[in-house]
């Protein structure tokens, strides 16, 4: 099984500050493979706790060298929820690469672990008999201190129900837990990487930025 590692996390960042330099980035120094994945980058601002600023992957299988490259892109630059990242940013970034594994059907909504698994919930949408669907990765429950129902009742908000939330609606849905392996690097380590195995320290557009 491929885990999470460093190496995967330099190649977000360079994918990233390659994008804002017009560049190529160098190519990766990790195994291909298939497996779902996420990229997650977040922010801190005033040395307070990292905040959210783009997540996106796929739960479905992928080669990882072109899935770490798209979606270290797509989660900076295109996650509806934020503006996209500029490049004045960087030093204030820290990335999580997520590989997911051991996929399973849970018994109901409840037959899950928080801080163990990750979710993907499916159910019809009583009002408008449409499918639904949404997942969180494995340690966002736990970082939110939710309970099991408190994950399941914010997931269902996050696929897009607005209606009311009964547990008849919570029964109806087919849950598959999942775990994950991650790695998290911020920007001025990823620097220091950058100039201990190539010699010189990455730049935007000839500025460098950082703390060197």
């Known amino acids: 099984m491929v885990a999470a590692n460093k190496e995967m ?56 060298v ?7 892109l797509t989660s900076a630059l295109r996650d509806r929820r934020f503006a996209p990242i500029q490049a004045k940013e960087l030093p204030y970034l820290e990335c999580t690469v997520s ?42 429950a736990a970082h939110e201190g939710w309970t099991k129902t408190e994950a399941i009742d914010s997931l269902i908000r996050k696929a897009g129900y607005i209606g009311m939330i009964t547990e008849q609606l919570r029964k109806n849905i087919r849950l598959t837990r999942y775990q994950s392996t991650l790695y998290t690097m911020s ?14 320290a990455p730049t935007t557009n000839g500025a460098r930025l950082g703390n060197y």
């Open 66 to 72: 072109n899935g770490f490259r798209d979606y270290a």
């Open 187 to 200: 920007y001025n380590d990823y620097v220091a990487y950058v100039r201990t195995t190539r010699g010189t």
């Open 99 to 140: 590989i997911l594994t051991n996929y399973e059907t849970a018994l109901d909504y409840l037959d899950w672990e928080v801080g163990k698994h990750g979710i993907i919930i499916e159910f019809t949408d009583p009002s408008y008999n449409t499918r639904r669907s949404a997942t969180y990765l494995p340690e966002v």
């Open 9 to 64: 996390v330099v190649y977000c960042f360079d994918t990233l500050v390659a994008h804002y330099n017009s560049e190529e980035a160098p190519p990766p120094a990790f195994d291909e493979g298939q497996h779902p994945l996420f990229v997650t980058w977040k922010k801190v601002a005033n040395g307070g706790e990292p905040r959210l600023r783009g997540c996106i992957g796929t739960l479905e299988s992928r080669c990882i």
